[in-house]
């Protein structure tokens, strides 16, 4: 398929490989281009703008940082200048962003007003999951669309789900994991601390609820990090992580479903930015619960 | 090895059924005696009464409910009848039991001062594990008195873990491991209101986040019971899970550690409560956030 | 002075109508035009626009009910046709309404750009003080734009505050007064329901604590409607009331302040508009508390 | 009238004094006896044990800092030295300290069983205001215990509530306020910290919410410390507003009412305990909410 791929970062960038691997004709557009170096190497062609990108594609995907990224390629400076401007009529726009409901609803308006297909379909896992090809993609939208995309789908996926039929539900589902992550982190950081101060060792009271309980390696893997104070380099910045709980709050909030767990790891998200934390990994969100608890985290930063 | 036993709950019937199969010599005794029959059958001596299973003892195991019960046999009416006074010099009690962890620091110094051992070794797993004698064993005293009872731990579970050498200790990690499952009721309690009031369908939402992120048999079991509101008959009730997070909320008071992701988990065990739910599977938790959300429960009591 | 006004609820009129008998020279605009007869007959122009409203006045106030009718009138369907077009270089916009921090903080800059000068001023005081002309108002922008609308505040008001040159300032401290009127209805609501449930008189408690302790009026005055679960008519509707404790939470995250009760508040609100309570007075937060103790509540709609 | 009055902390003296004042006849005793010697020279008769001053009393009033030293007093060591065992049949146990709820349903029982009359009536009011025999008394128990005791609540304070025939609706009200104070110290913390960060004077805040929305010495009086973090001396000690915070928790609990403020304010303390400031005033609660918000306080302990 003819494809265009605007967002060339951390996972981006293996995204597009996989679906040159699979044979998909590309022609991709970064902000910054000496990014899109390798994947010309490879056979990519590489566009000047985000509407070069989007010319004469079938499917458009877009893989950026947030909804401002995301309005900026399709919006352009000047409508002229985006890439809706420039997609075909019948082309698809596959967003695979993580980005607010309320921007993937304008996203699915603005397209279905354009005459132009939109799907939504965030994705789990991280760059090197991403580098395998072993992504898991959430998907919404237009069963038909869903299907013309499936192809893109298994070239950077080990599976997709069809969530629903209206986009934003994929964008929910996403930022709901991410909730759930955050929740994780939270019990982690207040279960260890009590630890910590009572005398029990946090590496062996994790080993010990990761093999009677959970048998999760996110569990593990999230553990370790707070275990060891190890949060930096990041995986996924802590001001990232308040992002999608506020993005997550905020679409609860127009249902007027209330989260009061996810109101509680906000605001302490926001204690650890308050005190100089944003851009450690989010599994930091424990140290405001040592604090709290009145112990010094070590690689605190003064 | 020569062991009393006292609590022959759904728990304590199959610990010691699989004492009695590794060859041990048991005395068992349990407040209404027709309980003890099949044990009886298979070998063991019924005691009549909580002294006389202590009597001519190297160990003796208490698998009871709550504080109330294992201080009622071991301080009995009078002291005289309790199992305490009855236990010989040098022989272990072994608390199997989840209690408070106040209550085993005061059997710790009572103990000591009648130069007897006291180990608790709470343990992780439901009474179809301890059929299996497949529990996870947790462990706290002195390291002597945990490689007597080493043999009994082997034929009850498939591991041990020994946390510290104050007894106290064990009874903190179960409860805060009990506080951990309870955290993720309540996450799953609010983001499955958040997907059934938005139309993604729940069940398809667990097994998103259950094979993209978590991949944990704990989340698909309890995530299972919310999605299908299967809350009776109840695994473990709803007010043993208060009862639990109020234990490790108060122990964690008492070193000052705030634990405010289980303080908004105890206030949401009361809401069910207070209105009636109280004998309900404690995964109905999540009963609380549907209800904040306007949703109607289809098995919710009037 | 001459003077343009804009928004003629149940709050604009009786301002407006206090500096018609200052003796300023108004022109008045309402949407709904047929409510601006009253001020006619008492000397007021009535404009058909809000442009007409904006034209050769010294000074435009508004007073709106929310960010999106002051950008309705300010910036109009097409600009031209907006109020900020058609003032006056040099001449003052007085943002009187309860608005958001970040639309002061483009308002300030989009006034600077044209030229104008603009104050926010909301006010503390329901429609019978603004009747009185003794509200209370919270000003903020530069001290020389102040003192040019003195006689205006005296007109109005019973005292007015200079909180900052920044004009958005004002409008924070009037939505954290909000705020702090809120944390009032949730002690309250929380209080009253362990009263009711434990047998004590709510009334009673109420005098109590007001004689003993507070001796303030608006405690008595909520304490009164929550008492008597009179939550109609809406003095201030629970909805303005949650719409509040947003923009307060959303300005305080831009600063990284968190404010978890500001988010308890904002939660229980939500779970009240969920159960089709967000048109009764914003005392009615009180219900959640006493739903949450299981108690019935009279005037509960199904 | 004939009294006994165990308890001469900064509470209990100037109460003491004005029974003595309206002319009653006093015997004292407090467990370090050079304090009673003021009010020995004022006409008090000094008891060497509780039961001395429980004996022939036809009321003995307690006036201590905690259940643990009503206890003491009470049930002594040994039954026979405690005042409980001297207290004559048809004589009134009236107890005016701060105890839990359990404790005073304890109380009722005993003196019941003992053919004794049993009064809790805690006050509102601080020891200058006792000085002043200008306290809030709540009472409760049998009216007809009330109406004896009515002549030391006139000596004592300037007006008694009686708010139900068990007596342990008092100590409930008592604690319920203290909560509502502590509701003020957490919103005003919150406020506070928004403001100081903003760039709001705190103390010009602090002024206009009392002159336009609170009107309330209270307000003014707390305020004032958190504006200047004048924590010492502590008029109110941290530790002990989090041990009222509890009680009302705990006594709420029993109740099925879970009340979230509470709880949030409870982890506050137990942060600022944990932090080192459980001595300071309990006004220094604010201080969490600015820490969180990144701010530094002048005055806090390292």
Chains 1, 2, 3, 4 share one sequence.
């Not at 939270?186 to 959970?214: R, Y």
């Amino acid at each position: 398929m003819k494809i265009g791929f605007i967002g060339l970062g951390s996972m981006g960038q293996p995204m597009a490989r996989s679906l040159l691997q699979a044979g998909h004709e590309l022609t991709v557009y970064n902000r910054t281009p000496q990014v899109a170096e390798p994947l010309r190497q490879q056979g990519a062609t590489v566009a000047q703008s985000p509407a070069e990108a989007a010319q004469d594609v079938e499917v458009l995907i877009t893989m950026l940082a947030n909804d401002t990224a995301v309005e900026a390629v399709l919006f352009g400076a000047n409508v002229a200048a985006g890439a809706l401007n420039a997609l075909a009529k019948d082309a698809i726009h596959l967003s695979m962003s993580t980005i607010s409901v309320s921007l993937s609803k304008r996203l699915a308006e603005t397209h279905a007003t354009a005459g132009q297909g939109y799907l939504a379909a965030p994705v789990f896992g991280r760059s090197e999951v991403a580098a395998q090809a072993a992504l898991w993609i959430v998907a919404a939208g237009e069963a038909e669309n869903v299907e013309r995309c499936r192809p893109l789908f298994e070239a950077m996926g080990q599976g997709v789900f069809h969530v629903g039929t209206e986009a934003w539900m994929a964008n929910l589902v996403k930022l709901t994991g991410n909730f759930m992550i955050a929740a994780v982190l939270e019990t982690m950081g207040e279960a260890f601390a009590l630890m910590q101060k009572s005398g029990v060792a946090p590496e062996q009271f994790l080993e010990i609820v990761n093999t009677a309980l959970f048998k999760s390696p996110l569990y593990q893997n999230y553990g370790s990090l707070i275990v060891q104070e190890r949060y930096e380099p990041a995986g996924f910045k802590l001001h990232l992580g308040l992002k999608d709980v506020q993005l997550v709050l905020s679409a609860a909030e127009s249902m007027a479903v209330p989260l009061p767990l996810a109101s509680l790891i906000r605001d302490h998200f926001l204690t650890a930015i308050a005190q100089g934390q944003g851009e450690i990994d989010w599994a930091g969100l424990a140290q405001v619960a040592a604090e709290n608890a009145g112990l010094n985290q070590k690689n605190r930063k003064a």
